[in-house]
């Protein structure tokens, strides 16, 4: 075993213990902080990861319901070109077919355009959740380097 020189010996005695207690408690104090809010930050993701998949789904739910609607549509639509023809033609009866075709296709228009409603507002809520995942994800990372450093 080799032999420390004196002076080595005496600098690695604390002038202060007191002192350096202190800054042990103030690190572990920040480290526990920054823990902490880590923590915070990926519940914080947790949640809105699962409210991102929730809107995602409903997005999709929509836009299958939107195109169940637009195929509903295309048999009355063309019904009712056929029936504005015979009614340009002048036959007898078609009055009454093409209205009853425009109330069915007005009816379908009116729940397309409540869906695509649906679907813009859901659109919206799933880009500001985006956001927010992106936003506290940064923050997680800053943590991180502050824990690192």
Do not use: C
């Amino acid at each position: 075993m080799q032999a420390l020189a004196p002076h080595t010996l005496v600098s690695s005695i604390p002038t202060d213990p007191a002192a350096e207690i202190r800054a042990l408690r103030t690190e572990l104090q920040e480290a526990t902080a920054l823990l902490v809010r880590a923590q915070v930050a990926v519940g914080q993701m947790e949640m809105t990861k699962r409210r991102i998949y929730l809107l995602q789904a409903r997005v999709e739910e929509i836009r299958r319901a939107l195109a169940v609607e637009m195929v509903r549509k295309e048999k009355p639509a063309a019904a009712l070109q056929s029936a504005e023809q015979n009614v340009a033609a002048g036959l007898l009866g078609a009055e009454s077919a093409v209205s009853q075709l425009r109330a069915e296709v007005s009816a379908i228009e009116k729940h397309e355009w409540s869906l695509r409603t649906q679907e813009f507002e859901l659109s919206t809520q799933l880009a500001t959740e985006e956001q927010r995942w992106f936003a506290l994800s940064s923050r997680l990372e800053e943590l991180d380097r502050a824990v690192s450093s």
